[in-house]
C-alpha cells in the first residue's frame, strides 16, 4: 500500500489578479489531507472517504461518465492519470483529512496532487513537480473550468511560493516561520461564482479592473520583499492595502469585515480576507505580545481561530 500526503495553503496576497495573469502569494499550511492507495486485480475502484460519510465503487469503464460530486477531484485526477499513462486498473483509495474540508484550506487541490503523486508511485512512473502539476492543473480545469492553480503549487512544493497564473512562475520565498492567525467566518465561499464574477466585471469596466489588478500585483512585489526580511508590521499594512483593493472589487462580505476590523482594532498589523473572498477565512499578522488579544477578539464575533503551523513540506510519500 502506497501513503501519501499533501498540505493545503493559505493565499496571502494577489487573489483574483493572479487568475488574470498577475503573482500571488500562497503559503502551504501543515494541515494535510492522507491518501493511502492500493491496487487490485479486478476491474473495480473503490473508494473510502470517511470525512464525507462516502464509500462506494465504480468499474475503470465507468471513469469515462458524469461523476457524482463528492468524488469528482479524486476520479478525475485518477482518469486523467490513467489516460495520460495508458493504465487501466482496478485501485483502492482512502482519503482521511487533518481539518474540515469547509475552511477553504485547499482540500481538493491537496487531494488531488496526492492522489496523482501516489498513483505515479504505485504503478512505478516518475514524475516531475512539473509535470505532476500539469497533471494536476489540467484536472482541476476539467472540473472547474477556472482557477490559476496556486493551491496546486502550494500542496506540491510546500513551503511559501510567489506563484504566476498557471504555475507560469513558482518560486520560493525564504521564510521560517509567519505569525499568522486565521479565523473561519463559518461561511463556505464559493470560489469558482466569485471568479466568474470578476470575469464580468472585468469585461465590463476593464480600466478600472485592470488598475485594481495592476495595483495588487505592486503589493505582491512588496509583500515578497517584506515577507523575506520577516518585516512583519510592514507586511500587516500591506494586507491592509491588498484588502482595500479586494474591497473594491467586490468580493469581501459582511462577516469577513467584521473580523478584519476586529482583529485589527486588537492590535494586529493586518488583516485580510484569504481567498476567493465572499466566506472562508481571514487571515492577520500580529507580533507575539498581541496574538492571544486578537485571537480572543476573532472568537468573540464568532470566527473560528485555526491553527495552522505554517509554512509546510509538499506532497511526499510517506
Ligand atoms: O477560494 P480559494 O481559497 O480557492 O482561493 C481562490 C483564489 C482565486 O485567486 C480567487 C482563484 C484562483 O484560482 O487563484
Given amino acids: 500500500m502506497i501513503k501519501v500526503s499533501a498540505p493545503g495553503k493559505l493565499m496571502l496576497f494577489g487573489e483574483h489578479a493572479v487568475v488574470h495573469g498577475r503573482p500571488c502569494i500562497v503559503t502551504a499550511v501543515d494541515a494535510r489531507i492522507r491518501v493511502f492507495l492500493k491496487k487490485r486485480e479486478d476491474n473495480k475502484i473503490f473508494l473510502n472517504i470517511p470525512d464525507l460519510n462516502l464509500r462506494d465503487f465504480l468499474l475503470i ?3 469515462d461518465k458524469p461523476f457524482k460530486k463528492e468524488m469528482k477531484f479524486v476520479l478525475t485526477a485518477i482518469k486523467n492519470f490513467f489516460e495520460k ?3 487501466k486498473s482496478g485501485l483502492e483509495i ?11 484550506l485547499g482540500s481538493s487541490s491537496a487531494v488531488t496532487v496526492a492522489i496523482i503523486k501516489g498513483l505515479s508511485e504505485l504503478f512505478g512512473i516518475k514524475i516531475t513537480k512539473r509535470e505532476l502539476f500539469d497533471l494536476a492543473y489540467k484536472t482541476v480545469l476539467d472540473i472547474q473550468g477556472v482557477g490559476s492553480g496556486f493551491d ?3 500542496a506540491i512544493y510546500g513551503g511559501a511560493l510567489y506563484f504566476v497564473t498557471a504555475g507560469k512562475t513558482i518560486k520560493k520565498i525564504k521564510v521560517k516561520d509567519i505569525p499568522l492567525i486565521v479565523g473561519y467566518t463559518g461561511i463556505k465561499a464559493d470560489t469558482a461564482t466569485l471568479v466568474k464574477m470578476v470575469n464580468r466585471k472585468l469585461k465590463e469596466s476593464p480600466r478600472k479592473i485592470n488598475k485594481i489588478f495592476n495595483e495588487i500585483e ?4 512588496l509583500a515578497k520583499i517584506e515577507i523575506e526580511k520577516a518585516n512583519w508590521r510592514r507586511v500587516g499594512e500591506l494586507m491592509n492595502l491588498n484588502q482595500n483593493r479586494l474591497r473594491e472589487l467586490g468580493v469581501s462580505s459582511k462577516k469577513l469585515e467584521n473580523l478584519i476590523a476586529i482583529a485589527l482594532d486588537s492590535g494586529a498589523y493586518g488583516a485580510k480576507l484569504s481567498g476567493a473572498g465572499g466566506g472562508d477565512c481571514m487571515i492577520a499578522i500580529a507580533n507575539r505580545k498581541n496574538r492571544k488579544s486578537v485571537e480572543k477578539a476573532i472568537e468573540k464575533k464568532e470566527g473560528k481561530i485555526i491553527k495552522v503551523r505554517i509554512p509546510a513540506e509538499g506532497v511526499k510519500i510517506e
Avoid: P
Fill in 61 to 63: 469503464e465507468d471513469l
Fill in 85 to 87: 499513462y495508458q493504465i
Fill in 94 to 104: 482512502e482519503t482521511k483529512s487533518e481539518f474540515s474540508m469547509e475552511f477553504g
Fill in 152 to 154: 496546486l503549487a502550494a
Fill in 218 to 221: 505592486k503589493i505582491v512585489h
